[in-house]
């Protein structure tokens, strides 16, 4: 098996420095877009709902919870992808200040606000 060099662990890290804000807030858009989607489509869906249609109570609870798993994991789970843009942010602050001389509450500061 072949090491990385040290040449494609930094190529690594400046990528993830450039597109890491870019890539979690283009998650947490599209989840939030799905969530939206999914519920609009459920307030409709409730406001149109006929009781009549439905000859059995188990149809009538399929359609009543149909994208409401997907509503809940995807608002469960948002948290947890804001959490891992922190922490990826932290260890690229980690990895600048080791790889950098200077060691200042400034460039740490800098460095956790990005």
């Keep these: 098996?072949?090491?990385?060099?040290?040449?494609?662990?930094?190529?690594?890290?400046?990528?993830?420095?450039?597109?890491l804000d870019a890539a979690i807030f283009g998650i947490l858009g599209l989840m939030s877009f799905l969530m939206l989607a999914y519920a609009i489509e459920r307030v409709l869906f409730f406001m149109r709902v006929d009781l009549d249609e439905y000859a059995e109570p188990h149809g009538l609870h399929v359609a009543l919870t149909r994208h409401l798993t997907a509503i809940a994991s995807i608002a469960s789970n948002a948290p947890?992808?804001?959490?891992?843009?922190?922490?990826?942010?932290?260890?690229?602050?980690?990895?600048?200040?080791?790889?950098?001389?200077?060691?200042?509450?400034?460039a740490v500061m800098l460095g956790l606000a990005l």
Excluded: C, N, P, R
């Design 1 to 19: 098996m072949m090491e990385a060099s040290w040449f494609d662990q930094v190529s690594v890290v400046i990528l993830l420095k450039d597109y």
């Design 80 to 106: 947890y992808i804001g959490l891992l843009g922190t922490v990826l942010g932290i260890l690229i602050t980690f990895h600048d200040l080791s790889s950098g001389t200077e060691l200042s509450a400034s």
